[in-house]
């Protein structure tokens, strides 16, 4: 499937994740969470950020556990546990993070 973003178009799989992550920047990250509902704040960016360095870092996504322990040895107890995350994606921190980041989908995401 095809994306358009500022006259950019992008390859998606059918679940609008991007096909090759070197098309992502902050303005195409931005627009993605926008057209996934969600209102994108520092706070988004953080984990944005935090989960794209963590693919490049170990060439793997992490699980839904994995992913919280590791946000919570990076920014501490208080943004490190579900709740926190679920406020800032809602439909599923771990798919919608690395959607929004321009990641591929997790393995373990339904």
């Not at 902050?26 to 969600?38: D, F, H, Q, S």
Request: include cysteine.
């Amino acid at each position: 499937m095809e994306l358009i973003i500022e006259d950019v178009v992008l390859e998606t799989t059918e679940e609008g994740f991007l096909l090759d992550l070197n098309d992502w920047n902050e303005a195409i990250g931005a627009e993605m969470a926008k057209l996934n509902g969600i209102e994108i704040t520092r706070s988004h960016w953080e984990i944005l950020f935090f989960i794209r360095h963590y693919y490049q870092t170990f060439k793997h996504l992490p699980n839904t556990r994995v992913f919280t322990k590791a946000i919570k040895k990076e920014f501490g107890e208080e943004k490190g546990n579900s709740r926190y995350l679920h406020k800032l994606f809602p439909q599923g921190p771990l798919k919608y993070a690395c959607k929004i980041a321009g990641l591929p989908k997790p393995p373990t995401c339904l």
